[in-house]
């Protein structure tokens, strides 16, 4: 309610043209709640707003805004303000955001930024989508070996202003090889006259520029830092990683593997921001061949018709031995993938994890059997014959659902592919037609078709 009465008011102070007041009330205000504040406007009062703020304000307000937002306020400035806006965005906030425009505006914008912007930005351009150099940014503080404490924090004061960080500074040799790290609080707690190499810690742990960015944000998770530097493969310092960039990377990670396990092609727009058609190419694909492989569970059935005329009520329980097959496969998967994703699983560990699947599902398929026979000779007074043709099939679905929801996730990964793909609608097509070649077959034996 205070948050609706804040917006309120500056909404007030904006039609009123109350500019001055206004930029004193805004000064004041968190830059996200500022840009979550601008998603609610019109576009005429955004970008009046946005014009209002004085530069490195906006600035930091325009890197919290959507992406499409972004794209509308650049296009509506002048050649001028758009440049003075990209070079007052961290350097990595601005290559993320020439990523996603279109290449006339790019142009635009980068003919009119200041040569150390555009160098800055083409270097994070050229590393590979999703690595660690496309993520870093190049605003870091850097010191000598041999300076003392006392110039280590004149220097932070002349550079830290437009650093992302400066909590943690780089110790460099003239080669810019990273020799260690010294943190602010050990330069605060040291004496003026102490040399930075005494005092810096040397053993550090550097990310390569080439590392994907889901081994990144493990990185943070393991040693549960809040900057870590890259390096590239003669260990020279050419950016850092912040801690905030790790949360939008988890976020997008998990977005992804939700998508891909619900068979979904996966999408970096927001779904209220994704058009119909667009929503449609990303689904059809696998829907489609979901659809083609799921007709292998039609001719299994057409193969055994004549044995189904003679026991017509088997046809009855095929959708509950598909449906549960599909659902232990599920969870397998999910288990096991995560578990590859949080490292928490090797290759060393599969034969453990088959053995553990095997024991489960057991236990799973006796208790879901057992409680299944009761029902069918109690409530649907089947004869015994029948009902341990469906119990015994029931077992038999869920010991090779679990067995492939946990192996073919691992098998994916060791080809190279994202085990997200193996999941739930994967493996309940492959677990339907398995089941069903089981249930014909050992209703054959017990019920002689």
Same mark, same amino acid.
């Given at each position: 309610?205070?948050?609706?009465?804040?917006?309120?008011?500056?909404?007030?102070?904006?039609?009123?043209?109350?500019?001055?007041?206004?930029?004193?009330?805004?000064?004041?205000?968190?830059?996200?709640?500022?840009?979550?504040?601008?998603?609610?406007?019109?576009?005429?009062?955004?970008?009046?707003? %946005?014009?209002?703020?004085?530069?490195?304000?906006?600035?930091?307000?325009?890197?919290?805004?959507?992406?499409?937002?972004?794209?509308?306020?650049?296009?509506?400035?002048?050649?001028?303000?758009?440049?003075?806006?990209?070079?007052?965005?961290?350097?990595?906030?601005?290559?993320?955001?020439?990523?996603?425009?279109?290449?006339?505006?790019?142009?635009?914008?980068?003919?009119?930024?200041?040569?150390?912007?555009?160098?800055?930005?083409?270097?994070?351009?050229?590393?590979?989508?999703?690595?660690?150099?496309?993520?870093?940014?190049?605003?870091?503080?850097?010191?000598?070996?041999?300076?003392?404490?006392?110039? +280590?924090?004149?220097?932070?004061?002349?550079?830290?202003?437009?650093?992302?960080?400066?909590?943690?500074?780089?110790?460099?040799?003239?080669?810019?090889?990273?020799?260690?790290?010294?943190?602010?609080?050990?330069?605060?707690?040291?004496?003026?006259?102490?040399?930075?190499?005494?005092?810096?810690?040397?053993?550090?742990?550097?990310?390569?520029?080439?590392?994907?960015?889901?081994?990144?944000?493990?990185? %943070?998770?393991?040693?549960?830092?809040?900057?870590?530097?890259?390096?590239?493969?003669?260990?020279?310092?050419?950016?850092?990683?912040?801690?905030?960039?790790?949360?939008?990377?988890? *976020?997008?990670?998990?977005?992804?593997?939700?998508?891909?396990?619900?068979?979904?092609?996966?999408?970096?727009?927001?779904?209220?921001?994704?058009?119909?058609?667009?929503?449609?190419?990303?689904?059809?694909?696998?829907?489609?061949?979901?659809?083609?492989?799921?007709?292998?569970?039609? +001719?299994?059935?057409?193969?055994? *018709?004549?044995?189904?005329?003679?026991?017509?009520?088997?046809?009855?329980?095929?959708?509950?031995?598909?449906?549960?097959?599909?659902?232990?496969?599920?969870?397998?998967?999910?288990?096991?993938?995560?578990?590859?994703?949080?490292?928490?699983?090797?290759?060393?560990?599969?034969?453990?994890?088959?053995?553990?699947?095997?024991?489960?599902?057991?236990?799973?398929?006796?208790?879901?059997?057992? +409680?299944?026979?009761?029902?069918?000779?109690?409530?649907?007074?089947?004869?015994?014959?029948?009902?341990?043709?469906?119990?015994?099939?029931?077992?038999?679905?869920?010991?090779?659902?679990?067995?492939?929801?946990?192996?073919?996730?691992?098998?994916?990964?060791?080809?190279?592919?994202?085990?997200?793909?193996?999941?739930?609608? %994967?493996?309940?097509?492959?677990?339907?037609?398995?089941?069903?070649?089981?249930?014909?077959?050992?209703?054959?034996?017990?019920?002689?078709?």
């Amino acid at each position: 309610m205070e948050e609706t009465n804040v917006f309120d008011e500056l909404l007030t102070l904006l039609e009123n043209k109350e500019y001055t007041k206004l930029r004193e009330s805004l000064s004041e205000h968190n830059d996200a709640d500022i840009a979550a504040w601008m998603e609610e406007l019109s576009e005429e009062h955004m970008l009046k707003l %946005f014009r209002i703020l004085t530069k490195d304000q906006a600035a930091d307000v325009f890197s919290y805004l959507d992406v499409d937002l972004q794209q509308r306020i650049i296009g509506a400035m002048s050649d001028k303000e758009a440049a003075g806006i990209i070079d007052n965005l961290m350097a990595d906030d601005a290559a993320d955001l020439m990523e996603e425009m279109p290449a006339n505006i790019v142009k635009r914008i980068l003919s009119n930024a200041n040569a150390d912007t555009r160098r800055e930005i083409n270097n994070l351009l050229r590393y590979p989508e999703d690595s660690a150099g496309s993520i870093m940014t190049v605003e870091y503080v850097d010191l000598k070996e041999s300076s003392t404490v006392k110039e +280590a924090i004149d220097r932070i004061r002349r550079v830290g202003v437009d650093s992302e960080t400066i909590n943690v500074c780089y110790v460099l040799d003239s080669g810019r090889h990273l020799l260690g790290t010294v943190a602010l609080r050990y330069l605060l707690l040291s004496d003026d006259d102490e040399i930075i190499g005494d005092i810096m810690h040397e053993n550090v742990v550097a990310l390569n520029t080439l590392m994907d960015q889901e081994e990144v944000a493990a990185q %943070f998770k393991k040693y549960d830092f809040t900057t870590m530097p890259v390096v590239d493969n003669e260990n020279r310092l050419v950016g850092i990683i912040t801690v905030d960039d790790i949360v939008d990377i988890m *976020e997008e990670e998990a977005t992804e593997d939700m998508e891909k396990m619900a068979a979904i092609v996966p999408s970096d727009k927001a779904y209220m921001k994704t058009g119909v058609l667009e929503t449609y190419k990303k689904r059809i694909p696998w829907l489609l061949l979901l659809m083609v492989s799921a007709t292998f569970t039609g +001719a299994i059935i057409k193969s055994f *018709e004549d044995a189904l005329s003679v026991c017509a009520v088997l046809v009855a329980y095929i959708p509950m031995l598909m449906d549960t097959g599909g659902n232990a496969g599920g969870q397998a998967s999910v288990t096991v993938i995560r578990g590859l994703s949080l490292g928490e699983i090797e290759y060393s560990d599969v034969p453990g994890v088959i053995w553990k699947e095997v024991r489960v599902a057991v236990f799973c398929g006796l208790t879901l059997a057992a +409680a299944n026979f009761v029902k069918l000779l109690v409530f649907d007074r089947l004869a015994i014959p029948v009902a341990l043709t469906i119990c015994l099939t029931l077992i038999s679905a869920v010991l090779m659902a679990m067995l492939i929801g946990c192996m073919l996730p691992v098998g994916a990964k060791r080809l190279g592919f994202d085990p997200a793909v193996m999941a739930s609608p %994967f493996i309940t097509t492959i677990v339907d037609a398995l089941s069903l070649l089981a249930y014909f077959r050992i209703a054959t034996m017990i019920l002689h078709l």
